[in-house]
DNA sequence: GAAATATATAACCAATCAGTTATATGTCAA
DNA sequence: TTGACATATAACTGATTGGTTATATATTTC
């Protein structure tokens, strides 16, 4: 619940998520998109299967990751409260102009 | 653009800016729906106007926050991308049934 | 102009973070 | 079974974080 934030405010991490929409990847794959080291990318990755976003199966010597999305949807959820505020009010003068032609 | 995640990856940020979306507040008005202290919370301000998720006008001795969402737009459109995957491929189950009856 | 009020900043601290190198674990191939 | 490959974990490190207390700055009120 919390961890998705932690977990998507890395750059890396988020790039890693993008990387999966393409389709489940296994770690060498995702580590050829990166010019950190290999363990880097398994902390990563760790802290991304700790809240949920991807799953892990072990694929003969590798291991597949998946993207599990279900709990961006807390994200987009919180996020879509705010939209309203982008919509009316666009800051002022928008506002103003919805007051002027309201009757 | 990169400070933003960073900036809602704190739960009490967020619920600052929760707040704010009731209309804008002094410090001293969101100061009393938390139970840290007001350096700390001047601190969390910062960071919510160095994302430019906020801003702030000086109103006689106090200052009063507004809510400035449009850098929210540049992380709604980033979960946006995801969307479709929990809407088609529920999770294997419904990619069968949608294989199952193609035609 | 002195005291009170509202906020921001400075200096500090313990915990967490994102990376590193070295090593352990598990699987495949010869 | 030995060696190579793929990944994870351990141990370490410097930077960042989220909080604290103490202090500075600006505005109002008396």
Redesign the interface.
């Known amino acids: 619940m919390?961890a998705v934030?932690?977990a998507?405010?890395?750059?890396n991490r988020?790039a890693v998520?993008?990387l999966l929409?393409l389709g489940d990847q296994t770690v060498s794959e995702l580590l050829g998109h990166f010019n950190f080291s290999q363990p880097a990318l398994s902390k990563h990755l760790r802290v991304l299967r700790e809240a949920g976003l991807v799953t892990a199966r072990s694929d003969g010597r590798s291991r597949r990751y998946a993207?599990k999305?279900?709990r961006?949807?807390t994200?987009?959820e919180?996020?879509?409260?705010?939209?309203r505020?982008?919509n009316e009010r666009l800051d002022g003068l928008g506002a103003l102009l919805d007051e002027e032609t309201k009757p």
Do not use: G, N, T
């Open positions: 919390e934030y932690k998507i405010s890395d750059p988020r998520l993008d929409m993207l999305p279900e961006l949807r994200v987009a919180w996020v879509r409260h705010y939209e505020f982008w």
